[in-house]
């Protein structure tokens, strides 16, 4: 665990560095998670949300939005707990809960290293070795890659491979406690399946796995925003008019599930989206705002004219 004392000592690398670079868990980050269970299927978005202060120190605070579709009909959303990261020098530091701060990963760390990773609110603490350090390249960039080994209570060694920096562990969810302490009903994310960074662009992970919501990879960029945009991609809302007619573009849909919904996950229309313009009349003098979700992308905010 990282007390006060040693964010004091890591203090002086905050003068030189600045949160908004292009460095690793930092505001340019995104993920995207398989979210599967018996019951939902959907993805879980990671990205970022704004700068807090921790024990005096700039932290990125990273939203967790997950989409969630009930045996393929009936896609809501719901917001997890967020997650806050400092890179300080490649080494990882985390919060759960905006005041306890630990190592997540350290990728300064040799062979044999270890430390520890303290869950919130309870008695578990991780114990982090690193069995093997590589390289690996993505994107034409290269990226330095550990096998990990964990440990907590009695249950014995076990091991997460490959984590990346910039990217984190590949095979699993960026918080690994999701892993240990929840069942696998509640759980909010899975394997990752999305990466996206201005240094090394979109890609994809995962991708023998035959995942049963569909979501484009190659749709992220770096340029994506939270909340009120009127685009996803290449699809543009035109307007809503009084009478509940919602105009868009798409100049690459072919055949897309969507589905509009209201502030309470209510289906108001499903249906399919062709390439060029499409309407989807939402009823008689609509009230309030709308939530559009085509294909596993993130949603649409659309305010209804009064």
């Known amino acids: 665990m990282i007390t006060f004392r040693q ?7 905050l003068i030189v560095s600045s949160c908004f670079c292009q460095g690793s868990f930092g505001p340019s980050s995104r993920w995207v998670y398989d979210y599967d269970n018996s019951v939902f299927n959907g993805i879980t978005q990671v990205q970022f949300e704004e700068t807090v202060d921790i024990n005096g120190f700039s932290f990125n605070k990273f939203q967790k939005e997950v989409t969630q579709a009930r045996f393929g009909f009936d896609t809501i959303q719901r917001m997890r707990s967020p997650i806050y990261f400092l890179n300080q020098d490649d080494i990882i530091l985390v919060s759960f809960d ?38 690996k390249r993505i994107n034409d960039v290269n990226l330095v890659g550990q096998l990990l080994s964990y440990s907590y209570s009695d249950s014995g060694r076990r091991f997460i491979d490959t984590v990346l920096n910039y990217v984190g562990n590949t ?12 069942s696998p009903d509640s759980n909010e994310g899975g394997d990752l399946r999305c990466f996206d960074h201005p240094n ?30 009127t685009r996803i991609g290449r699809l543009e809302i035109k307007s809503l008019t009084l009478n509940g007619l919602l105009e868009l ?3 690459t849909c072919q ?48 305010v209804s004219l009064k």
């Open 7 to 13: 964010l004091l000592l890591w203090g002086f690398l």
């Open 98 to 135: 905006g005041t306890q701060v630990d190592t997540m990963f350290n990728f300064n760390a040799a062979v044999g290293d270890q430390w520890e990773l303290a869950h919130p609110n309870t008695s578990e603490v991780i114990v982090l070795e690193v069995l093997d350090v590589f390289d």
């Open 249 to 251: 573009e798409c100049s």
């Open 171 to 182: 095979f699993g969810y960026i918080d690994p406690f999701e892993f240990i302490l929840s």
């Open 255 to 302: 055949q897309e599930k969507f589905v509009v919904y209201d502030v309470f996950g209510r289906i108001i229309k499903n249906g399919f989206l062709m390439r060029g313009y499409n309407q989807i009349w939402l009823g008689e003098k609509p009230s309030g705002f709308f939530l559009l979700h085509v294909n596993g992308r993130k949603p649409v905010k659309i």
């Open 200 to 229: 090394i662009g979109v890609a994809s992970f995962n991708v023998e796995r035959d995942f049963t919501f569909d979501f484009v990879c190659e749709e992220l960029t770096s340029t994506s925003t939270i909340g009120t945009d």
